[in-house]
């Protein structure tokens, strides 16, 4: 498995590297001020020399740093959820509940491969209990509004994202110890998909998607971002126990889902009247911004493997 995740970590960087130069040749044959595109751009790739080397560092220490890691990617997300949202004085305790009890509890279920209390912890008990404190405070203004954000919020920046350490505790036959490597797939197929589609909209994009709720997004970037990461998933198959054909239909239905999930963030952010999540790294928004193609990709990806290649 080592082997495979260096050739994974080399290529990575060879992309990163690659883009690096192609940018800062592109700045400085560019008229100044530099174009929003071209600082965009800069912006987008050195925060993904962070964010890959985060990754790197996790990947090392494995099961544990894996949970870790996405813990705190929940934490912080949940954070910028609960920060656009209206809240009042008696929402304190469940929201204090939701950082406190919430993402802790979710994450050590994963981290015991405790499947049957994973699945329906949070959509379950978690959101019969939400509404209950908070109606025991008796403020009704607003009531349906407060409760429906809190439980989405833990939805999406717990209960979603806590599928991807998950994937470390299936158990698929013939791939036993090397599970770390669907985690590897699941993000690089996703996020490769969503910079792919950038790529795409960009160079070809004439069609808008869905103009109310992203403009950004392009017919043309979608297409030609969907089966380029299928394509690059049936590249990486070595790295998984599916076939080449297979591991290009997971990729599709991963990153088709990823792409719902933008799509329904940025209908959240729309309703919110904010252009990001927050302003945690510079050029991708908030962790929110860089989360909400996992948020939809990671339980299905997951129930995916778990039914048809586990025993």
């Known amino acids: 498995m080592r082997h495979e995740i260096s050739i994974l970590i080399v290529g990575l960087l060879a992309v990163l590297t690659t883009a690096s130069i192609v940018a800062a040749i592109l700045s400085a044959r560019a008229p100044k001020p530099l174009s929003s595109t071209l600082v965009n751009l800069t912006q987008r790739i050195n925060a993904w020399w962070v964010m890959v080397a985060l990754m790197t560092v996790a990947f090392f220490f494995g099961r544990y740093g894996m949970t870790i890691l996405f813990a705190l990617i929940s934490f912080a997300a949940l954070r910028e959820f609960v920060t656009l949202t209206h809240t009042r004085r008696s929402d304190h305790w469940v929201l204090l509940g939701m950082f406190g009890i919430i993402i802790p509890f979710q994450y050590w279920l994963v981290w015991t491969a ?91 994009g004439k069609h808008r998607f869905s103009p109310n709720v992203s403009p950004s997004k392009t017919w043309e970037g979608l297409i030609g971002g969907l089966v380029s ?17 297979q591991a290009a239909a997971v990729a599709f239905v991963a990153c088709s889902m990823g792409f719902l999930g933008g799509l329904v963030a940025s209908a959240i952010k729309r309703d919110q009247g904010v252009k990001d999540w927050g302003h945690l790294i510079e050029g991708h928004g908030g962790m929110m911004d860089r989360t909400d193609s996992l948020v939809f990709a990671a339980p299905v990806f997951f129930h995916i493997v778990r039914y048809f290649w586990t025993v």
């Open 229 to 245: 990461a299928s394509l690059l998933g049936a590249l990486l198959s070595f790295v998984t126990p599916f076939s080449p054909l």
């Open 114 to 204: 405790w499947y049957g209390l994973f699945v329906i912890f949070i959509p379950v008990y978690c959101f019969l209990l939400m509404p209950a404190i908070t109606a025991l405070h008796g403020d009704t203004e607003r009531f349906l509004e407060r409760i429906a954000a809190q439980q989405w919020a833990v939805m999406i920046s717990v209960y979603c994202v806590s599928h991807v350490p998950a994937l470390l505790t299936l158990n698929v036959p013939g791939f036993e110890g090397r599970t770390l490597l669907l985690i590897a797939f699941l993000i690089i197929v996703v996020q490769g998909s969503d910079v792919l589609q950038y790529i795409f909209g960009k160079l070809f």
